[in-house]
């Protein structure tokens, strides 16, 4: 099986460099200073006409958790059917429930609306904070979910690498399996060569400076020295080492 680089892109430009960098398919978000949130539709729709890319969309209207009530659950439900209308190839999504495990209802009922547009469900890191990854997995596989993002239930998912080589034992021939975090060229093959997954996510991170960040004592600084007056972006470098890594 091949293996596939994707890209946590938070924004066009993100994805022109992911691309030119060697990737063929990418998250797109936005605000991913909380950890990704749902893009915009003029950034897909510009991706989709003007690169080859693969784009599967997050889906997520707020930072913090994931137990959304029924007002978030409805707009989570009508961005999904926009992005997937608009072209998105899939929709990255997570729903648990109060003491953390997956919300069996909400999540069958988007993976049935993204299959309905025959595009890829994938659940993201909220699986990471589930109580029990085995019993999570396996709700995840019946409700039709496609890929699973994770990093072991680590922070990095290096950390988290041989509970990604159980799961893509036990569970790698019913669903796919994303490592993600902390992933980049200098690990990126001793966690496919370990694990037997095929596929790695990564930010590819580099900075860029904004002089309007920080001034007149007012500030809207999101990272910490020595780049408060950066923002992140993905770096067409980055992304060609991991690919020429991972072939």
């Not at 399996?177 to 966690?191: D, K, R, T, Y």
């Amino acid at each position: 099986m091949k293996n596939v680089i994707e890209v946590c892109a938070g924004s066009y430009a993100d994805c022109l460099a992911a691309e030119k960098g060697g990737a063929t398919r990418v998250e797109l978000n936005s605000a991913l200073s909380v950890g990704g949130l749902t893009p915009t539709l003029s950034t897909l729709k510009r991706v989709k006409e003007e690169t080859g890319l693969k784009v599967i969309c997050m889906d997520r209207p707020r930072a913090a958790g994931f137990c959304y009530d029924e007002n978030d659950t409805t707009i989570m439900m009508d961005d999904a059917k926009v992005l997937l209308e608009k072209g998105a190839d899939g929709i990255a999504f997570g729903f648990l429930k109060e003491d953390g495990s997956v919300d069996v209802t909400k999540t069958k009922t988007m993976c049935d609306l993204i299959h309905s547009y025959k595009k890829e469900a994938v659940f993201h890191r909220a699986f990471d904070v589930t109580p029990d990854p085995f019993v999570a997995m396996e709700t995840l596989i019946q409700c039709g979910v496609d890929r699973v993002l994770t990093s072991g239930q680590k922070a990095k998912a290096m950390d988290g690498i041989d509970l990604i080589g159980e799961l893509q034992k036990k569970y790698g021939e019913q669903v796919e399996i994303l490592a993600g975090s902390g992933m980049n060229a200098g690990n990126a093959m001793e966690m496919i060569t370990t694990t037997g997954i095929h596929q790695v996510h990564s930010s590819c991170k580099g900075y860029e400076s904004d002089p309007t960040t920080e001034k007149n004592g007012v500030s809207y600084a999101y990272l910490t020295e020595p780049h408060a007056m950066d923002y992140d972006v993905v770096k067409e470098e980055l992304v060609r080492k991991l690919c020429e890594v991972v072939k």
